[in-house]
T-cell receptor, first 108, second 114 residues
Framework: QKEVEQDPGPLSVPEGAIVSLNCTYS??????FMWYRQYSRKGPELLMY????GNKEDGRFTAQVDKSSKYISLFIRDSQPSDSATYLC????????FGDGTTLTVKP | ETGVTQSPTHLIKTRGQQVTLRCSSQ?????VSWYQQALGQGPQFIFQ???????GRGNFPPRFSGLQFPNYSSELNVNALELDDSALYLC?????????????FGSGTQLSVL
């Protein structure tokens, strides 16, 4: 079993939709949780970073962590075509462990 | 502030050859991590270097080795290349002294082994 499991997608939504991306993890030692965005042929870019259960908001993005159920989510409000990318969740316990990513397409 | 740069961007090798990939860390960062990303998968941790010492290693054989230099740049060496080594190799730098792991990635080196 992988330490981080991510909804595989792909996901296709119309512009303006609310997007929900989800991951579960099995490693209780994870202290930090991250979401990265990866455009085609590029390296991942850090989008959101949290270290406690609860919500963290940054503009149109909200990261949610529930340590009791080992569940992490990323919500994107008012999605834009420029949000089309692969989204990677990760947990960190001394090194970052990634899910396999969910590819999102936002159609104009 | 300069970002993480990797070279070369693309590389084609044949099975059994050796390869060296290079990475320049973001200014002010003291930790570099290397990841392998196969097509359709997430990055897999290879190893991490902190102040020139290996500081953790993933499930990769010894033919994957690395170095970190005093200026915090780094190399990834892979000996006896196999077809399955074909992947995007990502370097990420971070400032581990702060006890967190915000990784800043380069654009990667796409390695093809024929």
């Amino acid at each position: 079993q992988k330490e981080v499991e991510q909804d595989p997608g792909p996901l296709s939504v119309p512009e303006g939709a609310i997007v929900s991306l989800n991951c579960t993890y099995s490693n209780s030692a994870f202290q930090y949780f991250m979401w990265y965005r990866q455009y085609s042929r590029k390296g991942p870019e850090l989008l959101m970073y949290t270290y406690s259960s609860g919500n963290k908001e940054d503009g149109r993005f909200t990261a949610q962590v529930d340590k009791s159920s080992k569940y992490i989510s990323l919500f994107i409000r008012d999605s834009q075509p420029s949000d089309s990318a692969t989204y990677l969740c990760a947990g960190d316990a001394g090194k970052s462990t990634f899910g396999d990513g969910t590819t999102l397409t936002v159609k104009p | 502030e300069t970002g993480v740069t990797q070279s070369p961007t693309h590389l084609i090798k044949t099975r059994g050859q050796q390869v060296t990939l290079r990475c320049s860390s973001q200014s002010g960062h003291n930790t570099v991590s290397w990841y392998q990303q196969a097509l359709g998968q997430g990055p897999q941790f290879i190893f991490q270097y902190y102040r020139e010492e290996e500081n953790g290693r993933g499930n990769f054989p010894p033919r994957f080795s690395g170095l970190q230099f005093p200026n915090y740049s780094s190399e990834l060496n892979v000996n006896a290349l196999e077809l399955d080594d074909s992947a995007l190799y990502l370097c990420a730098s971070s400032l581990r002294d702060r006890g967190n792991e915000k990784l800043f990635f380069g654009s990667g080196t796409q390695l093809s082994v024929l």
